[in-house]
């Protein structure tokens, strides 16, 4: 659980040092983008659109209800450069990328807090059983894992993909539900394969963690001591084992959530994401513009970098002012 | 707007404008300063160097029947007849042909000076041999292009050295369109000898695994990334324009525009819009372009709803815009279409117009369909088209817009889009039944623009059930008169038109990035001829 | 536990691992979507040729009957035909081998050379601006996806400046080498450099700012143990100290981190040879996932977790040496 001790030393930790800070401020920016998304959109992040040599708007592409359609011989552009109107510019089909940059803020950060949290669920009771009862349940559960691993993430979810398609999930749109955001989607799709899939590649990681902590934790004087009390297993897992684990897991979960944020990335810029409303999506789409308009993927990047950025903030915070003993992580 | 993407409704004004305004951004400018060794080998006026978009992934010469692939093959194991897109067939290394009348079948000559790489000489029974294994799989070495790619085709027979017959079960009319456009010649007894016998192949990674009668032979092959010919100097023919040609292939159209303005290659296939203006800026090289005949379309599975109505199949074509499509998303590189066929193609229907976009009548013929208020979703490929996956969201976008029809566009890999064309009409397995496709008829008949798509007998992969339609395209391939024939496939494109199994969208512009001293006309079927170039 | 029994344990673990992975793909194929005869023969085939396919093949045999056929195919190091190109999928595999080899090797040699100064120094010099650039460039490199970097590499370096390639791979090392000893050129020797350096740094950051910072902890670690401060205090020169025992003592962790981190250096050649179309295994198994290539798409996959382990058994086998009483856990 998480004590007075674990308490003062993340606040003086924090205090210590300019990065958690930085970090936090990050993070909650980020959040507060994504939550906000449709108030602070400029645009209907899904609508395309062309533009006059000033950026702004002609009618949607080929809609007649309205009277100002492009003449012979105007200028009419898909993909415009920053301006006022579109303060990053539009991408390949004359979407904003700002709105965009917004909306694929809610898509990474879902992913990735929700696959880590799959994550989680699988690996800590893998790892706690594992190495709480040790031998041949240890071996078999820690030869699943090697096989996991042994499996590059990328190859497997691939695979996996292939198998399950993509599947996205539509979630509704609180903010534009309750009719604070007009001419906002009514509900973005969350890639839903892709969610599962990053859970499935990643959770081997908490599996290890776990194991590790329920090693030692197993041979301490007041689990040997509830045990000859006659508590049954079970019970001890719970109740001990478990929380006091738990400390390197959060530190783990946290840095997790930025190995997941950019496995979904490099998924949707392969073309396996299930939603075109994802960073990694926009910066292949605008690889194929690279050299004349580098904003259509130089922005969402930017975007996946300060997200993954403020998560391993936080998670240096955690691991410094907890000190747990993890090795490694996983991508 | 410096190195914004433009483009105006009148391409002309489009491409003056952009030329001008291009001038001043330098963005596309590419420093020149790397000393290739690649560049220092393009000076030699006696080398060429293709980029393609894919590099073929067989040597077997008979396991496509379209594609880039081609482009390198037919260098190697040249075609038989010199086909002319939107004329016919012409003689090559068939020299002379006669169509057996009533027997379903024609006496092809050949030429008796063609001899293959590896000196022997070619026959008759050669190509019977190359043939007969396309259509019967119990030969050994099996082709997988199998009987569809042959069509009517049955079998061939050698009737002596340089006489074959081939035989077929449609029309000669058709018949010629197919083998005029497949047959080519491999060398029936160094295959027996060379294939894979466990693996029932052609295969192989090394130069000698190559062995046909064009113009040029493999000296260097290196598998997924490059082939390297020379000039075959045994060929009965004229000498081809290179003494050494070089292929290779990538898959990301900035990636091929980089290489031919370092000069690394010569020419380049698949250039996209938005990168027309950097190629057309810099110094010696350019923009070539035809419309193809390569027709973008998305078809509509009838058998499950809400597709099964006719009226909403047909709001669904009133509901897009394509000249606008084609003016904005593809800046113009391509013309509005309202048939499954490409202008130039036998049986193209001239008076066919493009549905033009009525959102009213859209909106009422869902209301009519009994529709209303449905949710579809478009599967669009990604890569495989120009600008496939733009073009397919603002299809759905426009959709979207009716406001009786929701609709999505599922942006997807072309594998899930190809197994999904081929998935057949069964109500119960349909998955995606709605989904953008692009069509080459190559053959430069309209049959091979519908027949797998629309007739029902032995098609299990057909994505439209109809019999009105069927029976039509049945009916065209029986009848022997030419001119009746072109009429009866006329009326098929018409009764595609009405019936609308596709939302029809565009034909595509091939564009290509060329050195300028190069002299060379793109070909409306996508295949690039080194025989038809000069320097 | 000795040496011998050590490894021989670890080779079995492996065996089981490879086995898992064999299963795990056969597993996936067959409950993938699409008929593989279908698959292999392409839209609009015959049902004639479909049967013919589906006998040739084995697919109209019990799963089990596959299954096995298909293990022990594996087992003699058959891995089948390529659907798409009919040929030999272990030739296939390996021919693509060297240039994935020459870009992890480059990556890594970028990753160590760079990473080990740079984390050294920012140990020793704790909270000193050369320790926060070096912390900045270390979390930069860890949250940057690689197929963005590479991009904007080639944006930056390859296009604006001029001075990079921006893909493919005119020449391999060996050939390269070749031209050296035969011709006493160092001309191709040049072009693989010019090719290699955009795709070894775009793979290479990631490990790099991996690497620095593991040295960094672990030397900080080190530092503050006994035996430095009593080094210290007997007069021996701190630089010595520093290099020799502290940072011998620090590469064990970092050597077991970088085994366990080969399924990501895999993951990230993938992407980095798409980005720069990088003629390596990465590149394949994409080409082979495209075109639902499923022999290839195995012989890949598989081939992948045999180096994985291998490595790993190496790694293993390298730590338990240095720190003997591993082997008892």
Known sequence: ?331 | MKGAKRYAIDRRTLLKITGAAGATTGLGAIAGCLDDPDAGDDEDPDEITITLSQFPDTIDPLDHITGDYFDVYDHIYEPLFDFEPGEGIFARVVEDWEILEGEGATELQLRDDVVFHNGDDLTAEDIAWTIERTVDPDMGVVSDIGSFGLGSIEGAEALDDTTLEVQYAAAPGLAEFEFGNYARALNMEWAIENHDAENEAISGADPEDFNGTGPYEVVDFTSGEEIVLERFDDYWGDEPPFERVTFNADGESSGRVASLETAETDLTINILPEDVTTVEEADDIEIREVTSFRNIFCPMKNTVEPFDSEEFRQAMNYAVDNEEIVSSVLNGYGEARGQPVAPGINGFNDEIEPYEQDLGTAESLVEESGYGGAEIELTVPQGRYLNDAEVGETVADQIDQLDNVSCDANIVDFGVVSDANSAGVDPDTIEIPFYLIGWGTITGDTDYGVQGFFTIPDNPARTFDDEELSDAILESQEIEDPDERRAQLEEVNQLAHEKAPFLFLHTQESIYGVREDIQWDPREDETVYIWEMET | ?329
């Open chain 3, 1 to 329: 536990m000795t040496m011998g029994k050590f490894l021989v344990r670890r080779i079995l673990q492996g065996v089981f691992v490879i086995w898992g992975v064999i299963t795990i793909m056969f597993g996936l194929r067959a409950v993938s979507p699409g008929d593989p005869a279908t698959l292999m023969l392409g839209e609009g085939a015959t049902q004639e040729l479909i049967e013919h396919v589906r006998e040739q093949e084995g697919l109209n045999e019990p799963i089990y009957v596959q299954y096995f056929d298909y293990l022990q195919g594996m087992v003699i190091g058959d891995f089948g035909y390529s659907w798409r190109s009919n040929r030999q999928v272990e030739a296939m595999v390996i021919e693509r081998v060297p240039a994935t080899l020459e870009l992890a090797i480059a990556a890594t040699i970028v990753a160590i050379v760079i990473a080990i100064p740079l984390g050294v120094i920012s140990a020793t010099r704790r909270n000193e601006p050369s320790d926060y650039g070096a912390t900045l460039f270390s979390l930069l490199g860890i949250s940057t996806p690689n197929f963005w970097l590479g991009l904007m590499l080639i944006l930056l370096l390859g296009v604006w400046a001029g001075l990079f390639p921006t893909g493919r791979r005119p020449v391999g090392f060996a050939e390269a080498v070749t031209t050296l000893v035969q011709h006493g050129s160092v001309y191709d020797l040049g072009i693989w450099l010019k090719y290699i350096t955009l795709p070894a740094i775009t793979l290479g950051t990631y490990f790099t700012a991996l690497i620095t910072r593991l040295t960094r902890s672990g030397m900080v670690d080190e530092l503050g143990k006994p035996y430095v401060t009593a080094s210290k205090a007997k007069g021996l020169p701190s630089v010595l100290v520093r290099y020799k025992h502290v940072l011998r003592n620090t590469m064990i962790p970092i050597i077991t981190v970088l085994g366990l981190q080969m399924g990501t250096l895999m993951g990230g050649a993938v992407i980095t040879e798409t980005v720069f179309n990088w003629p390596g295994l990465g590149l394949r198994l994409i080409d082979a996932l495209d075109a639902r290539d499923w022999p290839l798409m195995q012989g890949i996959v598989v081939f992948i977790a045999i180096a994985f382990v291998s490595i790993n058994i190496v790694v293993d086998a390298l730590y338990s040496y240095l720190n003997p009483q591993v082997r008892e856990e």
């Open chain 1, 1 to 331: 659980m998480i004590s007075e001790r674990v308490k003062s030393n993340l606040k003086q930790t924090f205090s210590e040092s300019l990065l958690p800070k930085l970090g936090l401020l990050l993070l909650v920016s980020i959040v507060f983008m994504a939550i906000f998304a449709p108030l602070l959109a400029t645009h209907d992040p899904t609508r395309t659109g062309h533009y006059d040599e000033q950026g702004a708007e002609y009618p949607p592409l080929g809609h007649e209800y309205t009277t100002q359609t492009p003449h012979e011989g105007d200028i009419v552009e898909i993909t415009v450069e920053p301006t006022t109107e579109h303060v990053l510019g539009t991408n390949n089909v004359g979407q904003d990328v700002y709105s965009r940059f917004l909306y694929g803020a809610r898509v990474s950060l879902l992913v990735g807090i929700l696959g880590t949290s799959m994550a989680l669920a699988i690996g800590v009771p893998v790892g706690l059983v594992a190495g709480y009862y040790g031998g041949r349940v240890d071996d078999g559960l820690m030869r699943i894992a090697d096989t996991m691993l042994a499996f590059p993430a990328l190859v497997l979810a691939l695979a996996l993909i292939g198998v399950f398609g993509e599947s996205p999930v539509m979630v509704p749109d609180p903010i534009v539900m309750a009719g604070l955001a007009d001419g906002m989607p009514e509900s973005i799709p969350i890639p839903g394969t892709v969610t599962i899939v990053v859970a499935l590649v990643t959770w081997v990681w908490f599996a290890r963690v776990a194991r590790g902590e329920a090693l030692s934790i197993r041979n301490e004087e007041y689990v040997k001591a509830a045990r000859s009390f006659g508590t049954s297993n079970k019970t001890i897992l719970l109740k001990h084992v478990l929380p006091n684990s738990l400390t390197p897991i959060i530190v783990l979960a946290t840095i997790q959530v930025a190995v997941i944020i950019l496995l979904e990335a490099s998924l949707a810029y392969l073309g396996f994401s299930g939603t075109t409303l994802s960073w990694g999506y926009e910066i292949e789409r605008g690889q194929d513009v690279l050299r004349t308009r580098p904003w259509v993927s130089m922005f969402p990047g930017i975007g996946i970098v300060l997200a993954v950025i403020s998560v391993n903030l936080l998670g240096d915070w955690f691991r410094d002012a907890l000190d747990p003993n993890i090795e490694g992580e996983g991508r």
